[in-house]
Structures are given as C-alpha cells and as structure tokens.
C-alpha cells in the first residue's frame, strides 16, 4: 500500500470505521519518506516526514495509529519508496497542497528532467511561481489546477464532478504523452485528489511500453465502503464512509478500480465509478 484515500460524514467516528480493515492501512518497507493531507475547520493541513521509517530504514509504515488522533472528513495519505534520488526535503514529500486543493500520486517520485521542463512550460506563469521542486506529484498537482483554472473552476467550492474528470484525464495524457518517448522509466501513477469537499481517484489506462509492449498502468486500487455499529452491535446508518486504498484485496466489501477509471466521492459521500475519459 503506497496511497490511500478516506472520507467520511463523522469525523470523530473515522478511527472507528477504520479499525476493522486497519491491514489495509499498512504499507510495506523500505519507505522513504510518509505524508498525510486532511481537512480541519476547512483547511488543508499537512503532516509529513522525509525520513525512511525504522532505524534501517526497512520497517513498515501503520498509518493507522497516524490517523487515529486526527479528527477530519477527508485525509490522502501517501507512502514513498525508496529511489535512486532520493530528497529528504519536506517540499518533495507527499501530499501536495494548492489553495483547498490536495494531491498525492503512486509510482516515481521524479519525473524525468526533459519532461519535467515540457510539461512545467504548460503551467501559467502565476502557478509557475509555486513550484519548489522537481516532483512529479507536485508536477501533477500544478497541471491539474492549470486545467481548472482553464475550466474556469478552480475556485468554486461546489466544482462538478465532470470537470475535475475532464481536467484529470487532460493531466494524466499530458504526462503521458511526456513519458512515452522516455520509455518506461517514469510513467504517471493513481492519483488522489480533494478540493476539500470531494474527494477523486484516477487510476489510468494501461499502455503498452517498450518493445516487449508490457501493460503498465496505475496499481491496482480499491474501493470500500467503512461502517460503524451501534451498542447493540447493529450497523449506524447515520455514518457513511468510503475508503480508496491500494492494500484491499477484492471481497469483503472491497471493488478493485479498474485501469481507465475514476472513483468520485462526493460531499454526501455518493461514490461513483466511471471511465476517466468519457
């Protein structure tokens, strides 16, 4: 499990929703490097660590007792690998941040630089300016808004769920447009996005790379309902939650996203799955 996405209607009751899938939650050494975005009082607040996790640097991240103290209705957490560059910077750290906006995305953490330069070309001038490094979630991040702003979008509060798929799947052609001629060595990953009040999770299509034409796509990712239950042990209606993960394995509620797609969650917690490009 490298990324993970939650919301939920009660924000005081997630630990509890959690708790029952809390392997899910786990994500395997080495980690280079961990972060947490989530939303409080309407802010977006970030929690990251640019370190390796355990004294070698191979121990296992729990993001649950990371989670458990936190008391908000939406958190991307993202779980590096070890690189080949590694930056122990806290800007190279995932999530990412722009305004109410939020990012984290798996796979590389660096784009390669000729493609780097590229695609940055593509972002205004204004969104330019808050660029601190090289990253490729960070990158993605500043496409995504460029595409919003274009929307006219970037700002409402109450953004359609067609325009931010719309913008997404404009994003992730972009980047991989940008990769392909590179081959496989950098190729965009899931991507986990809220605006504060909904949450989205594109996973992209599978393209065939190199001579051998091997599929390479986003990780595999699910999708699951969460639930709480009463003092008689009953399911609380009250309480809605959903959680997107790479570490749910299909059954027990779990439904694995397929490549091409995009998960919506919206502010009452509506789920929806649909191609990312249509």
């Given at each position: ?194 605006n504060s009040r909904a949450l989205w999770v594109a ?72 191609p990312l490009a249509a």
């Open positions: 499990m490298s990324l993970l996405a939650c919301m939920c209607n009660q924000p005081q009751r997630l630990a509890e929703a959690l708790a029952p899938v809390r392997a899910a939650l786990v994500a395997p050494g080495p980690i280079a490097r961990w972060g947490m975005g989530y939303i409080h009082g309407g802010e977006v607040l970030l929690s990251r660590t640019p370190r390796s996790v355990g004294a070698d640097g191979d121990a296992e991240l729990d993001f649950f007792p990371l989670i458990e103290p936190i008391k908000s209705d939406c958190i991307i957490g993202h779980a590096g690998v070890r690189d080949d560059e590694p930056d122990t910077a806290t800007e190279a750290t995932q999530p990412f941040r722009f305004r109410r906006w939020m990012l984290a995305q798996d796979g590389p953490a660096r784009v390669a630089p000729e493609a780097w330069t590229e695609l940055a070309e593509r972002v205004p001038e204004f969104l330019r300016r808050t660029l601190r490094g090289r990253s490729a979630g960070e990158l993605t991040l500043h496409l995504l808004v460029a595409a919003l702003h274009d929307h006219g979008g970037l700002d409402d509060p109450n953004l359609p769920s067609p325009v931010v798929r719309r913008a997404l799947a404009d994003t992730l052609a972009l980047l991989a447009g940008a990769a392909a001629p590179r081959g496989a060595a950098w190729r965009p990953g899931t991507v986990a996005v809220s996973r992209p299509a599978a393209e065939a790379a190199g001579a051998a034409g091997a599929a390479i796509a986003g990780a595999p990712i699910y999708v699951r309902r969460l639930q709480v239950h009463n003092d008689r042990g009953q399911r609380d209606d009250s309480f809605r939650g959903v959680l997107v993960t790479c570490g749910l394995p299909p059954g027990d509620g779990a439904e694995e996203v397929p490549a091409g797609s995009l998960v919506s969650v919206s502010r009452d917690l509506r789920v929806d799955l649909a």
